[in-house]
């Protein structure tokens, strides 16, 4: 999908069960032969984190940058994802 130049969307959810908390972050989209793609980033332990949004958006970052997209830093990940854009 990235090679034909398709930006991927991005998604994530908080689990919870019998004391386990994770974040997952996937990204999403349609490729040329119309067929979905979906690569899971990161699922990150969540149970002891506050559910704020400054940690969602920290769990975020970070598990973009470790799979190479920008974000803030010399670019944005608006530039490589679709999302909703004005945050932060």
């Known amino acids: 999908m ?4 398709v930006k991927p969307s991005v998604a994530g959810d908080i689990w919870s069960h019998k004391g386990c908390s994770l974040m997952g972050i996937t990204l999403y989209g349609i490729n040329s032969n119309w067929t979905i793609q979906e690569w899971l980033v990161s699922a990150t332990p969540f149970g002891a984190t506050r559910h704020t949004g400054e940690a969602i958006d920290a769990i975020t970052v970070e598990s973009l ?17 679709h999302g909703k854009q004005g945050l932060g």
């Open 65 to 81: 940058r470790r799979h190479g997209f920008q974000w803030r830093q010399s670019g944005s990940v608006y530039e490589s994802i």
């Open 2 to 5: 990235l090679a034909d130049g």
